[in-house]
């Protein structure tokens, strides 16, 4: 998942040079939902380790 989350770092800052907008907004939410489920994934994990 992290080597997705960097692919679409490297993508929005692409696009952020093209200055195309929309497709500024459509990687930026795509990278934005890929870190949240990333980041309840991490809670997860840290739940079951503590349990």
Do not use: F, P, T, W
């Amino acid at each position: 998942m992290l080597d997705k989350i960097e692919y679409l770092r490297q993508k929005l800052y692409n696009v952020i040079e093209s200055g195309d907008q929309l497709a500024i907004l459509a990687v930026s939410q795509e990278l934005d939902i890929l870190i949240a489920r990333y980041m309840l994934h991490q809670l997860k994990i840290q739940d079951k380790c503590v349990s």
